[in-house]
């Protein structure tokens, strides 16, 4: 969701320039995102005994991504589909739920790194990534939505060839839009997607369909509309590094604990007035 298209290629190699620099420079690390040069000595996976003798589950989040992570009125607690579904994993696992929110085009360096034990941020699920990392099993599912103005000839993502989005770097909906022929336009995150589409600064934006729906709920979407829906379906999950596998199983039975008792369908339904799980 996150250049201008005519530096863009400047932009990319700077900010993975960065990332190794950064991740070079401190234990901590930070960087780009998962495309942009994650560190090149990853931290060893985290186990279920690491966490549960620290006493916290460390979480990365973006807080800006509503309404999956984000504060209330700008300046509120964080809150979140996300932020309340991590949480109730932590309490699963016996332990405090600790969030250092970060922006998105860093999030998978500073996991690599070891700022955090793991990411609850819409991270979507692909062949790419699980190369790379280990997952849990999904916590939402979401379809992918063209969103233009509501005056836009565009009528679905073949009308994209040419015209210029406005994505991401590391989200899978960047890639969408490239592959559609979209001179794709590199933003921080939805909020700054939408602007510039009411801007007329850039021709559309792909984007999971339910942050739409609840941006258009919230009245942050006049003078927009949805063109289409895509053929992909994007399912988020928690993410690890690699080797976590006491943690991931033990997150991955925190979330079926979860979906068992009903609590994810709540959220969801708070949330997005349906359960968005399964």
Not at 59 to 86: C, K, M, N, Q, W
Not at 166 to 180: E, G, M
């Amino acid at each position: 969701m996150r250049t201008r298209i005519r530096v863009r290629h400047l932009l990319v190699a700077a900010t993975a320039t960065a990332a190794l620099l950064l991740a070079g420079c401190s234990t901590a690390g930070s960087g780009s995102g998962d495309s942009a040069g994650a560190s090149a000595s990853p931290k060893a996976g985290r186990s279920l005994e690491q966490v549960q003798k620290a006493g916290e589950l460390v979480i990365a989040t973006e807080g800006t991504y509503r309404p999956f992570s984000y504060h209330e009125s700008g300046s509120g607690p964080l809150t979140g589909y996300d932020v309340e579904v991590a949480t109730a994993v932590a309490e699963k696992l016996g332990v405090k739920a600790k969030f250092q929110e970060t922006q998105f085009d860093a999030i998978f360096a500073g996991l690599d790194a070891g700022r955090f034990d793991v990411i609850a941020n819409q991270i979507s699920v692909n062949a790419e990534r699980e190369k790379k990392y280990d997952f849990s099993t999904p916590y939402s599912v979401s379809p992918g939505a063209v969103i233009v103005r509501s005056d836009s000839d565009i009528t679905g993502l073949a009308d994209l060839k040419g015209k210029t989005t406005a994505q991401s770097l590391t989200s899978n909906w960047y890639q969408v839009a490239q592959d559609a022929g979209a001179n794709v336009e590199q933003v921080e995150g939805w909020a700054q997607a939408l602007e510039l589409l009411k801007q007329s600064r850039v021709d559309a934006t792909v984007n999971d369909k339910l942050t739409f729906l609840d941006a258009k709920k919230n009245g942050e979407t006049d003078g927009l509309k949805i063109a289409a829906d895509t053929d992909d379906v994007s399912k988020s999950a928690i993410t690890l590094r690699k080797g976590s596998d006491t943690l991931t199983a033990a997150i991955d039975k925190a979330l079926a604990e979860l979906a068992a008792d009903g609590t994810l369908a709540k959220l969801g339904e708070k949330y997005f007035g349906q359960d968005i799980s399964k």
